[in-house]
Nanobody, 122 residues
Framework: QVQLQESGPGLVKPSQTLSLTCTVS??????????WSWIRQPPGKGLEWMGA???????YYSRALKNRTSISRDTSKNQFSLQLTSVTPEDTAVYYC??????????????WGQGTQVTVSS
């Protein structure tokens, strides 16, 4: 059974870096033909695809966030991570990791983590 679980701090101060980790079980992120995405949902708004990392390690980012977003992976731990720099209160959202590209043109997302709330506030 494939499962994804987000983890990381729930509160980040403005101008700092938001860091989250997704732990994957049931499939190897480095060998199976999939993209691994980060997606977020601000309060009262829709889902927004942020970026993804492919099984070979290549990264893809949305136009809106590419200058502030970095996705990396640790294959020994079967994890991939998100870093979002220079955050503002507008970055407050529920953050999800998922298998697949979700609306990015890289393919659909079929398995999601439960999501984690991140609030940007001083």
């Amino acid at each position: 059974q494939v499962q994804l679980q987000e983890s990381g701090p729930g509160l980040v101060k403005p101008s700092q870096t938001l860091s989250l980790t997704c732990t994957v079980s049931g499939v190897a992120i480095s060998t199976d033909f999939y993209y691994w995405s980060w997606i977020r949902q601000p309060p009262g708004k829709g889902l927004e695809w942020m970026g993804a990392i492919a099984y070979v390690g290549r990264t893809y980012y949305s136009r809106a966030l590419k200058n502030r977003t970095s996705i990396s992976r640790d294959t020994s731990k079967n994890q991939f991570s998100l870093q979002l720099t220079s955050v503002t209160p507008e970055d407050t959202a529920v953050y999800y990791c998922a298998r697949g590209g979700y609306g990015s043109g890289l393919g659909p997302s079929d398995v999601w983590g439960q999501g984690t709330q991140v609030t940007v506030s001083s």
